[in-house]
Nanobody, 123 residues
Framework: VQLQACGGGLVQAGGSLRLSCAAS????????MGWFRQAPGKEREFVAS????????YYDDSVKGRFTISRVNAKNTVYLQMNSLKPEDTAVYYC?????????????????WGQGTVLTVSS
């Protein structure tokens, strides 16, 4: 599966932004999907994930209550709605996929990565 993420940009602290990721697969619903991020000088980290089968969601504690992951299987697209953004959310955000992966399994590892989209949150 090929993944194409978009929607990054520059936003002020407290603002909102929505990332989108379009997948090329005809069996998109078979893939658990996730978002990861990598801040400058840091390792890539898990942000949020959603299963393909029942839409179960899983979040890192750092974004819980502020970010919402969702998917529209008919559009082969997964979204990440980000609210109450903080400067520490600044990172390159990556869309990722794991065939038949549950939300928790996606958080632990994926097989496919999209290119990143950059989010910068100014204070």
């Amino acid at each position: 599966v090929q993944l194409q993420a978009c929607g990054g940009g520059l936003v002020q602290a407290g603002g909102s932004l929505r990332l989108s990721c379009a997948a090329s697969s005809r069996t998109f619903s078979d893939y658990g999907m996730g978002w990861f991020r990598q801040a400058p000088g840091k390792e890539r980290e898990f942000v949020a994930s959603i299963s393909g089968s029942d839409g179960t969601k899983y979040y890192d504690d750092s974004v819980k209550g502020r970010f919402t992951i969702s998917r529209v299987n008919a559009k082969n697209t997964v979204y990440l709605q980000m609210n109450s953004l903080k400067p520490e959310d600044t990172a390159v955000y990556y869309c990722a996929a794991r065939l038949y992966g549950s939300a928790i399994e996606v958080s632990r590892g994926v097989s496919y990565w999209g290119q990143g989209t950059v989010l910068t949150v100014s204070s």
